[in-house]
């Protein structure tokens, strides 16, 4: 089964802080709910957020999707699926 992941770690020593796991089933049942021009309405995160929805409806697709990392913040997010 494949899964949607998102993680979030420490950016300096990588220790892992959180992580949520959703079955890219039930990610694409969501994805069949937005409007067609739902990432457009985000302006500075739509190309991430085509990216992500891409991937789910992507039956082939396996790997890391987006990588971000803030060290302001110290955290780094890693949306994939696997």
Do not use: C, W
């Not at 300096?12 to 079955?23: N, T, Y």
């Not at 990216?51 to 396996?62: G, K, Q, V």
């Amino acid at each position: 089964m494949r899964v949607l992941k998102i993680e979030t770690f420490a950016y300096h020593d990588g220790e892992l802080i959180d992580s949520v796991s959703v079955p890219s089933a039930l990610a694409k049942t969501f994805i069949r709910f937005l409007p067609k021009n739902f990432a457009s309405q985000f302006n500075e995160n739509s190309e991430q957020l085509e990216a992500i929805i891409s991937a789910i409806s992507d039956p082939t697709f396996n790997g890391t999707i987006l990588d971000i990392t803030d060290t302001k913040d110290n955290e780094r997010v890693i949306i994939s699926i696997s």
